[in-house]
């Protein structure tokens, strides 16, 4: 044990990650990397169209090519709320009668190499003929429209309002009304290992035995068997290491569909592992949200409401298990963001475009609700004279007011908000910055300041997503803890690790609450023969849900420990206690490898009645299931280059508060990462169409990621809040360092530009757009 874990236990202990060592030593085992004997590989013949009806597919070889018609009874993937005004699209794993965007999947060419696949995928004719396309989320509600989908009046997933206080008389009575337009653009997930793969029927176990790369292989099992039409006993699903998914690999897709169909028709091993053109081409997109906001304040900088439309483009279909609703309603909720107002009035639209659809994405709609409130705070705060940092504050849910229903129906639970926010203000020195803009810099280059605060919503439970008419409703998570013969400990849970750390921080709980090292403690996930039921990694739920779950489990099972142990001491139970991996009596102890070595193979030294084996598995929903808020505020200082519109990241400072860290090196590098990624959304990443529906951005040529060259120092401050109503305290975090860098850094430049008067109304702010707003600020 470490020092610190003697005299605290293992919460809150910054162990070193379990599963990096083979990480480090490239031993992991992804989907790549899995061998099967007489494998066929798979390359997609992809539509080259954005819309059109499909004619014929030529195939220069039946036996290896296939199409539509070889699948007459494969199910499509159904994805959507249960709402009644959602109209759904269907979205068949190869394309029937019509392609909806450029990459879905028309046929499949199988072959021992991929190499060999994609030249048989070269000698396939697919007639189409063209239809106009619909890449506008505006333009395609316009009446004249191309229509998309059969059904489709206007080319809308659906419409809705979110509505609340009386955003008339807000409106007639305001003395400041600010309107402006925000968009945020289109992105691709980009995990490190891409999607992929591979299927077979094990003869043996008489089932389809499929290793995929995902977020949650009980979930997509649900989905694929509804697709494939199999029962579910006969589907095993295996996620093996998952290289990230960041929302990505938290649907089902047709590729998936596609290669056990082929598996089953075959009856051989077939794999499909994607590239990166087909990731940024075909696979779950994000972001494209579209902002109108007008924002009603008093000239005294105090927010009174907030009325807005926002569009969603979804692209062409909806996704299982989530439709692509989620965004609109997120976003719409969010948008008033951590800040108190009285009325709220909020128009969505869920817009069906020829584009690939969009899936949920670290953070999902908040960085786009995020961005647009924080600029418009910004923009108010410039509008009135008054220090943007300061509007913040004074309208800032304060820690007394704990916990606040806000205007939006979040509830948020506890914290110090204006706390954090004046946490980095001091770290970034802000009086300091001021006087350094204005003493200016030697090479011309103009230094600005953006902050933005966020709130980001965890471990929300069946209320939440029952309310969001989810089809599948994560309302609780599962854990079994074994007690194995020798004392050591197996953890099977059903939530999946893909980066997250979750084998080192559930088995520091279990450590915890049994007083093992967590190194005698073996994490288990990503097999639904092996675990019970989950609805895996997503939403920032883990910690929260399976972390209660694994301290239920454990709990119980050291329980009976004691039981056993004050047994064996003869000894009374209350006067037993757990630690340092044995249980103490008034007259010795006996170690827990000698406890479980009686509860699984000497039954006779049992207390009489007791049922053998430590074996106990628990499940944990909490009781307040509207979420636990994690926040925080984020300070960008950049430097930009008005000539040339390139901006730098001087320094990055933030504020969060995720109640207690169960390791507070994960969280860390949880926060990281989610910056980076926000740096990406803000100053690089983007997936453009052209007017034909044409993806611009299908290599990393194109696409921008940011690197390590590219992101500044982070300064972390955490402020611990513990959350009533969780295991420990905790909040969960995985999100929010990428919820707030959009709007911090697009504030700093537009901040450091204000000498212009040219302001930033788009992500990823590419130093064209900065350039181009400059130049349109001087009239050039
Ligand atoms: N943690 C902690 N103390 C807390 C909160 C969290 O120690 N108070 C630790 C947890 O133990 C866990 C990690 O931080 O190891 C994240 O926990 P949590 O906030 O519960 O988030 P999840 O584990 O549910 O992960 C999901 C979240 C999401 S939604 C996305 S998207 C995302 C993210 O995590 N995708 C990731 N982080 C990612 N990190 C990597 N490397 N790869 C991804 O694909």
Same mark, same amino acid.
């Given at each position: ?14 162990? #070193? *990650? ?20 007489? #494998? ?22 039946? !036996? ?23 109209? %759904? ?25 991929? !190499? ?28 004249? !429209? ?36 925000? =968009? ?59 290289? /990230? ?12 569909? %596609? ?102 994405? *670290? ?11 924080? =600029? ?26 704990? @916990? ?18 004046? =946490? ?43 309310? =969001? ?15 194995? @013969? ?5 953890? #099977? ?16 709980? $279990? $450590? ?7 190194? &005698? ?50 000894? +009374? ?14 007259? /010795? ?8 070595? %009686? &509860? ?17 598995? !628990? ?33 990055? %400072? ?37 007017? +034909? ?40 975090? /995985? ?6 860098? @959009? ?20 992500? @990823? ?16």
């Amino acid at each position: 044990m470490s020092a610190d874990a003697d005299t605290q236990g293992w919460v809150g202990v910054r162990l #070193l *990650r379990k599963e990096d060592r083979r990480h480090l030593l490239g031993a992991s085992t992804f989907t790549a990397d899995v061998r099967v004997p007489g #494998l066929l590989e798979v390359a997609f013949v992809r539509s080259q169209f954005a819309h059109g009806r499909l004619g014929a597919v030529a195939k220069p070889d039946g !036996a290896r090519v296939f199409s539509a018609e070889d699948f007459p009874h494969l199910k499509p993937i159904d994805g959507g709320p249960e709402l009644p005004s959602f109209r %759904a699209a269907p979205y068949h794993a190869f394309a029937r009668d019509k392609v909806h965007f450029v990459g879905q999947i028309v046929a499949a060419c199988l072959a021992p190499t991929r !190499a060999q696949a994609e030249d048989l995928a070269d000698q396939v004719g697919v007639e189409v003929d063209a239809l106009p396309a619909v890449v506008d989320t505006v333009e395609a509600l316009a009446p004249g !429209a191309a229509i998309l989908h059969d059904g489709f009046p206007d080319n809308a997933f659906i419409h809705a309002t979110v509505t609340e206080g009386d955003i008339a008389a807000v409106a007639a009575a305001a003395p400041v009304a600010l309107r402006r337009t925000f =968009r945020m653009n289109r992105q691709a997930t980009v995990s490190l290992e891409g999607r992929g793969v591979l299927a077979y029927w094990d003869h043996r176990l008489d089932e389809l035995v499929v290793t995929l790369s995902t977020q949650g292989a009980h979930v997509m099992r649900i989905g694929l068997a509804m697709a494939l039409g199999l029962p579910e006993h006969k589907l095993h699903l295996i996620a093996p290491d998952v290289g /990230g998914g960041f929302g990505g690999k938290n649907r089902l897709m047709p590729e998936e569909v %596609a290669v056990c169909a082929l598996a089953l028709k075959t009856g051989r091993p077939v794999r499909w592992i994607e590239d990166r053109r087909e990731h940024l081409m075909a696979s779950v997109h994000c972001r494209e949200h579209h902002y109108d906001i007008t924002l009603y304040a008093t000239r005294e900088g105090r927010l009174l409401g907030l009325k807005g439309e926002v569009h969603i483009d979804a692209g062409a279909y909806s996704l299982w298990p989530s439709g692509p609703f989620m965004e609109a309603s997120m976003a719409a909720r969010n948008l008033p963001g951590p800040y108190q107002m009285q009325a709220l009035h909020v128009e969505t639209h869920t817009v069906a475009t020829s584009k690939a659809p969009m899936g949920p994405y *670290r953070g999902v709609a908040r960085p786009g609700a995020c961005f647009a409130i924080e =600029r418009a705070v910004d923009e108010l705060a410039h509008a009135i004279g008054m220090e943007p940092a300061e509007v913040r504050r004074i309208n800032l849910v304060g820690p007394h007011q704990m @916990p606040y229903r806000t205007i939006g129906g979040m509830q948020l639970d506890s914290g110090d908000y204006p706390q954090a926010l004046e =946490r980095v203000r001091e770290m970034v020195d802000l009086a300091a910055l001021r006087r350094r803009q204005q003493a200016g810099e030697d090479d011309g280059r103009r230094i600005g300041v953006g902050f933005a605060v966020y709130t980001e919503q965890s471990g929300h439970g069946a209320a939440e997503w029952t309310k =969001r008419k989810s089809r599948i409703v994560p309302g609780y998570e599962s854990a079994t803890a074994r007690m194995l @013969p020798d004392g050591t400990l197996l953890l #099977l849970v059903g939530i999946q690790n893909h980066g997250q750390g979750l084998e080192t921080s559930l088995a520091q709980i $279990a $450590a915890q609450e049994l007083s093992l090292d967590p190194h &005698a403690i073996s994490v288990r996930y990503g097999d639904t023969a092996l675990t019970p039921f989950g609805f895996g990694t997503f939403a920032s739920r883990s910690i929260v849900f399976s972390g209660g779950a694994v301290a239920r489990a454990t709990r119980a099972l050291a329980d009976k420990a004691r039981r056993i142990g004050a047994h064996l001491l003869q000894a +009374d139970v209350a006067d037993t206690r757990l630690a340092d991996g044995a249980v103490h009596g008034p007259n /010795g102890k006996v170690s827990l490898a000698e406890i479980a070595r %009686a &509860a699984n193979v000497r039954q006779e030294f049992l207390p009489a009645g007791m049922p053998p084996l430590l074996d106990e598995t !628990a499940t944990y929903e909490p009781e307040e299931s509207g979420g636990f808020f994690s926040y925080g505020a984020h300070a960008a200082v950049v430097a930009v280059d008005p000539e040339t519109g390139v901006t730098t990241t001087l320094d990055y %400072a933030i504020a969060e508060d995720c109640g207690t860290m169960i390791n507070p090196m994960i969280v860390d590098g949880q926060i990281i990462g989610g910056v980076a990624q926000g740096i990406g959304t803000a100053l690089y990443e983007e997936i453009p169409y052209d007017a +034909d529906g044409q993806p611009l951005a299908t290599t990393f040529g194109d696409y921008m990621v940011p690197c390590a060259p590219e992101l500044p120092a982070l300064r972390i401050h955490h402020l611990v809040t513990p959350a009533h109503g969780t295991e420990y305290g905790v909040k969960g975090m /995985g999100e929010g360092g990428a919820i707030a860098p @959009p709007a911090a850094i697009a504030n700093a430049v537009s901040d450091a530009l204000r000498d212009f008067g040219a302001r930033i109304w788009e992500t @990823p702010l590419t130093p064209r757009r900065v350039s181009d707003a400059v130049a349109a600020a001087c009239g050039d």
